[in-house]
C-alpha cells in the first residue's frame, strides 16, 4: 500500500510542479484558446487562456513511466496508446493556435489519424501483448469470442471513447473531474485482480486529473485542449481493453455516453425536424444556458459519474 501511495504522491506532485512551469511559458508563447462563436456567450471571456494544457499529462506518464514500468509490457502499452492519441489533439491544438482561429486538422484527417492509431493499437494488443479477442463483464461468465472482428470492435471502442471525452471538455473541471472517477474504476478492478501494472497506472491516472483539476477548475488557468482530452481519452479506453472490461466501459464513462448522445441527437433532431431537443449541445451547454454556474454542472455531472461507477463496481 506504501508504495501505490508513494506513485499517487509523486504523479500528484510532479502534475503541479509541471503546471506551475507549463502554464506560465503557455502564456509566453501566446497559446491562448480561441472560442467558438457558437458556443454560450459566457465562454468568450475565457478567449486567451492558455491551451495545450494536456502536455503536463504527458510528462507525468512519461516520468511515471520511467520510474515504475520501464520493464512492464502493459504499462508501456496504456502509455503509448494514450500518447499517440494525444499527439493528435496536439497536433490540432497547434493549428488552430497558429491559425489563430477554431480550425484545426481537418476532419477527415484527424478521423484518418485516429483511425490508424486504433487499428495498430489494436493490433498491438492482440497480436504483440497476445491478449484475447474476447469480450466480456469483467469476470463474469458471459464471455463471445469475436475473432477478427475485435479489430472493428477496437476501433471504434478507441475512436468511440477518445471523441466521446474531447465533447466532455467543455466546461471547466468537467472532463478532469469525470476520467478521475473513471480511474477510480480501474483502481479498484486492478486491486481486486492483482493486476500491477495497470493498477500503477490508474493510480498515476487519478493523480495526474486530480493535478490538473487544480489548475483546471473554475475559473481555468489553463485548458487541456485536445491534447489532454484524446490523451484521457485513450487511457479509458486502453484501460478497458487490458482489464477485458470493454462492456462496462458505458456503464463507467456514462457522462461521456450521455453527453456524446446529446450531441448526436441534437443533430439529428435538427436536420430531420428542424428543431432543437436542448437549448445546446454538448448537454452541459443547455445546463449553462438554464442558468447552472460551471461548478454546479461539474459537481452534478461527477455526482451522476460516482452513481455510474457503483454501478459498474457492483457488476464485476
Known amino acids: 500500500m506504501t508504495s501505490h501511495l508513494s506513485v499517487f504522491l509523486l504523479a500528484l506532485v510532479v502534475g503541479i510542479v509541471s503546471g506551475k512551469l507549463v502554464i506560465p511559458f503557455l502564456h509566453k508563447i501566446k497559446f491562448g484558446q480561441s472560442i467558438r462563436e457558437e458556443g454560450p456567450e459566457s465562454h468568450h471571456k475565457k478567449k486567451g487562456t492558455p491551451t495545450m494544457g494536456g502536455v503536463i499529462f504527458f510528462i507525468i506518464f512519461i516520468i511515471s513511466t520511467l520510474i515504475y514500468g520501464i520493464e512492464a509490457s502493459d504499462m508501456w502499452f496504456l502509455v503509448l496508446v494514450s500518447i499517440a492519441f494525444g499527439l493528435v489533439g496536439f497536433s490540432d491544438d497547434y493549428l488552430i493556435i497558429k491559425k489563430k482561429a477554431n480550425e484545426g486538422l481537418t476532419v477527415r484527417f484527424k478521423f484518418i489519424l485516429l ?19 474476447t469480450l466480456s463483464f469483467g469476470r463474469t461468465s458471459f464471455m463471445v469470442d469475436l475473432g477478427y472482428g475485435y479489430y472493428v470492435f477496437g476501433l471504434l471502442l478507441l475512436t468511440g471513447t477518445t471523441n466521446a471525452v474531447n465533447i466532455t471538455d467543455g466546461v471547466d473541471g468537467l472532463s478532469s473531474s469525470v476520467t478521475a472517477i473513471a ?44 491534447t489532454g482530452s484524446l490523451f484521457l481519452g485513450g487511457a479509458v479506453a486502453a484501460l478497458a481493453m487490458v482489464t477485458k472490461t470493454e462492456l ?11 453527453e456524446t448522445l446529446s450531441v448526436i441527437l441534437q443533430v439529428f433532431s435538427f436536420k430531420v425536424f428542424g428543431k432543437r431537443i436542448i437549448k445546446m449541445s454538448p448537454l452541459h451547454h443547455h445546463f449553462e444556458l438554464t442558468g447552472w454556474s460551471e461548478e454546479k454542472i461539474v459537481l452534478s455531472f461527477s455526482a451522476f459519474g460516482l452513481l455510474c461507477l457503483t454501478i459498474a463496481i457492483l457488476i464485476i
Not at 490508424?116 to 501483448?129: D, G, K
Not at 493486476?195 to 493535478?211: G, K, R
Open 248 to 258: 462496462l466501459l458505458p456503464i463507467v464513462g456514462m457522462v461521456y455516453v450521455i
Open 115 to 133: 483511425t490508424l492509431i486504433s487499428l495498430v493499437s489494436v493490433f498491438v494488443y492482440l497480436e504483440v501483448l497476445g491478449y484475447p479477442s
Open 183 to 226: 480511474s477510480i474504476f480501474f483502481i479498484i478492478y486492478a486491486w481486486v485482480y492483482q493486476l500491477n501494472d495497470v493498477l500503477i497506472f490508474s493510480i498515476v491516472l487519478l493523480a495526474a486529473t486530480l493535478a490538473f483539476l487544480f489548475f483546471n477548475w473554475y475559473p481555468a488557468k489553463v485548458f487541456m485542449g485536445d
